[in-house]
């Protein structure tokens, strides 16, 4: 009798040593601190501490703040609770081996497009047995609160990236007859010319633009002239360059790929928003082969002086930043799919495809984090002299300042004409089909401008 009474205190606990058990510790709290510790980290090291940093940086940040998240959910509830979260090892180790290594090796484009055929399916399994473990372990609001919506986020990340690499691979975005590419300073440049006659127009794309952007007012100016667009180096369907891609670079591109394509100048030259001041930056580097130039809808020389664009420049050098990774997720593709609706059928398709590519928003953050580069070139152009400039404005959508800007890149000729394309946006000018004709008469009016010199 005695040892079975024993027995029995050895093994049981009084009501009020098991109350106090079972309330030691806030699990709960426990895992909303956790999982803000990730989150919060994320951000502050993704877009303030790191800004603007490459997709590598970007992805390995994530992955590593996410696996200090996970891995305080571990020790917080083992130490704190009477609700220990072992599992929250698994994940801890995996996004922080996974991260580090990718801020290590730091994978090229083409390498995490193949890690795409295996990490949304590593990562659905990890999700699944998460969910098993915490389902037996945790027993608190906490779990269908907050845990279960994180894994369902984590899901959709493993779904859309088998997605987007399906897509990848299955979607072809092949260029349009009467294009193809040149080797140039040894990497290759994508060049499309349709029409005939002189002088010859060269399209300069603008931020996040490529060929197809000019569909409309390529077929337009074509009718009267031989026209020719290009993607610039990374973008597109041309090749990576080498070295960084400022003004000078691209003028010097852009020459050695007109001469290996033998399209004799002198040029008209035109650039739709930062299109223009590439477009300035090559009049500046080759005066003698511009004969004249239409500017649509131009960024300017003096960008950083208008009153709102420091402040926007700083958050979407931040922002650009981030959308290759969520392009691997497939969120990008997602958003496309409404995307460049008034470009023809085909240019649409093409437009799509780069639009939602991860190599081309990772070309467009590295080129949106040189442009303050280019604006500085660009300012030691102060004239054109007197050869025909156009200056196309829309008036729908500016930033403050933006008119006074337009009236001051028109002072750059004394043969110049400022006109406002009245009720067209930006992207109007190129993407809407009557907008376009606009864009196409401003062009050819400096050709006709300058014609009877040529003949």
């Not at 079972?22 to 501490?49: E, K, M, N, W």
């Not at 299955?170 to 060049?191: D, E, Q």
């Not at 993407?431 to 009016?445: H, K, L, P």
Request: aromatic share 10%; with cysteine.
């Amino acid at each position: 009798m005695r040892e079975k009474t024993g027995t029995r205190r050895a093994n049981d606990h009084s009501p009020t040593e098991e109350a106090t058990r079972s309330a030691r510790g806030h699990i709960g709290l426990i895992v909303l601190f956790s999982i803000a510790v990730g989150l919060g980290l994320s951000l502050v090291l993704d877009l303030l501490v790191f800004g603007g940093s490459g997709e590598t940086m970007i992805t390995g940040l994530a992955l590593l703040s996410f696996a200090i998240g996970c891995a305080m959910l571990a020790a917080l509830s083992a130490r704190r609770t009477n609700q220990p979260q072992h599992w929250a090892r698994v994940p801890a180790i995996s996004f922080g081996v996974t991260g580090a290594a990718i801020l290590i090796l730091r994978p090229s484009n083409h390498v995490l497009g193949l890690l795409g055929w295996g990490w949304p399916i590593l990562l659905l399994v990890l999700v699944v047995w998460m969910f098993r473990r915490s389902r037996r372990s945790l027993h608190s609001w906490s779990r269908r609160a907050l845990l279960y919506p994180a894994f369902v986020l984590l899901a959709l990340v493993a779904v859309g990236g088998a997605f987007e690499t399906v897509m990848e691979a299955a979607t072809s975005n092949n260029p349009p007859s009467g294009g193809r590419t040149y080797l140039v300073a040894g990497h290759s440049l994508y060049l499309r010319c349709v029409g005939s006659g002189s002088p010859a127009v060269i399209l300069f794309n603008g931020l996040g633009e490529r060929t197809p952007s000019w569909a409309w007012v390529q077929g337009d100016v074509a009718r009267q002239t031989r026209v020719c667009v290009f993607d610039r180096a990374g973008q597109g369907w041309s090749g990576k360059g080498v070295g960084r891609q400022d003004a000078h670079q691209l003028s010097a591109d852009v020459r050695g790929l007109l001469a290996a394509a033998n399209v004799p100048g002198p040029y008209v030259i035109a650039g739709h928003s930062v299109g223009g001041t590439y477009a300035l930056a090559y009049a500046m580097d080759y005066p003698k082969d511009v004969a004249g130039v239409a500017l649509i809808d131009s960024a300017t020389p003096y960008q950083f002086d208008l009153p709102s664009y420091p402040g926007f420049y700083s958050l979407w050098r931040r922002v650009s930043a981030l959308l290759p990774t969520f392009a691997r997720a497939g969120v990008a593709r997602v958003y496309s799919f409404g995307s460049f609706s008034s470009l023809p059928s085909d240019a649409r398709r093409q437009a799509r495809a780069f639009g939602s590519s991860p190599r081309e928003l990772r070309a467009d953050r590295d080129e949106f984090a040189e442009l303050r580069t280019v604006f500085r070139q660009d300012q030691s152009l102060t004239s054109l002299g007197g050869k025909p400039l156009f200056v196309l404005t829309a008036d729908l959508g500016q930033e403050p300042g933006w008119f006074a800007a337009q009236d001051r890149l028109a002072t750059l000729s004394t043969n110049s004409v400022h006109q406002t394309a009245h009720g067209a946006t930006h992207e109007a000018l190129l993407d809407d089909r009557n907008y376009a004709a606009v864009t196409g008469r401003a062009i050819v009016s400096v050709v006709r401008a300058i014609t009877p010199r040529a003949s």
